[in-house]
């Protein structure tokens, strides 16, 4: 994936946070409290302001100028300054905030933020693998789908993906899978990558951009050019923030490809032909915590080793 770096990145979230007085605190309170959801994700930056002011804190940026934009994840939401900085990550009820680097959690209650933990985190893991905006990725299916959601970080510039695509398509059309790609390049546009991240959008935009993607990997060609409101510079910014969101959730895209399972655990190579047997879901629909407008509790998950090595293992995938 490159690791792009995020301008303005949050890296201690406290140091975005000023002690302002009682007074000023309750009328930043009642300014400030939550309104019904909407789509453009205004009320997130209100109950992230209400939040922090009830705990007597408030942001650096401004209430008024800072754009919340939903990232691929629903209830989840990139923060961006007037100038265009990078603020952080939150959720609808402003109750989670932050980055790569450190997730806090704020709470209408007044409490001080805190970091999340380990559990809360692998909670929240769990909901944004449900959560994960899966219709607008590209959708690769083989047989009847097997009711599977692969997720896949695949990048058009690179050898192991195609080594991959080139022999899943010999036994793909034998088994019942659905990949939902999140296609990228490896070189950032600012690095070289306009050409590719282009040939991203296309592929993205087509009518079958599902067909479209396997047509790429048999042929080398890229469906012409089409208006869908994904250009090159969005489609860079949209996988970058999914990348980092599953960062924060504890699941680390660091190459591709990079297979990742309904519960956010990592597909080993040798492990993949005993997932392409499985037909149902690895676990039901998590319960809303974190993803929905309430004030969260600590959840309890078991943690996971999420950690692959792609590298060499990758070749043995259909040995």
Request: hydrophobic share 40%; charged share 20%.
């Amino acid at each position: 994936m490159g690791g792009l770096a995020i301008k303005g990145a949050v890296s201690k979230l406290s140091g975005y946070g000023r002690v302002i007085g009682r007074a000023a605190c309750v009328a930043a309170v009642a300014a400030a409290l939550p309104a019904p959801a909407l789509a453009d994700g205004r009320s997130a930056v209100q109950n992230l302001f209400a939040n922090a002011a009830t705990a007597r804190l408030a942001p650096s940026f401004d209430q008024k100028t800072t754009q919340a934009t939903p990232s691929l994840v629903r209830g989840m939401y990139v923060l961006t300054t007037s100038k265009g900085e990078f603020a952080g990550f939150v959720n609808e009820a402003g109750t989670l905030w932050g980055d790569v680097n450190e997730m806090r959690v704020y709470s209408p209650s007044g409490a001080q933020p805190r970091p999340i933990t380990t559990h809360e985190r692998d909670a929240l893991r769990a909901e944004m693998m449900s959560a994960i905006e899966y219709d607008k990725l590209i959708k690769v299916s083989y047989g009847d789908g097997g009711g599977r959601k692969m997720l896949m970080f695949s990048a058009l510039d690179c050898g192991y993906c195609k080594m991959f695509e080139q022999q899943f398509s010999k036994v793909g059309p034998n088994n019942n899978l659905a990949f939902y790609v999140v296609p990228s390049s490896l070189r950032p546009i600012k690095a070289g990558g306009q050409e590719a991240w282009q040939g991203v959008s296309q592929i993205w935009c087509a009518p079958d951009n599902g067909q479209a993607w396997k047509h790429y990997w048999a042929t080398d060609e890229l469906p012409a050019p089409r208006q869908c409101g994904i250009d090159a510079a969005k489609a860079e910014r949209d996988v970058h923030y999914l990348s980092s969101l599953m960062k924060v959730a504890g699941v680390k895209v660091t190459g591709t490809p990079q297979l990742v399972r309904e519960d956010g655990v990592m597909i080993h190579p040798g492990d993949f032909k005993a997932y392409l047997k499985l037909r149902s879901p690895v676990q039901s629909e998590p319960k809303l915590v974190w993803l929905a407008a309430a004030d969260p509790a600590v959840q309890t998950a078991t943690p996971s080793n999420n950690k692959i090595n792609v590298g060499e293992k990758l070749k043995k995938l259909f040995n």
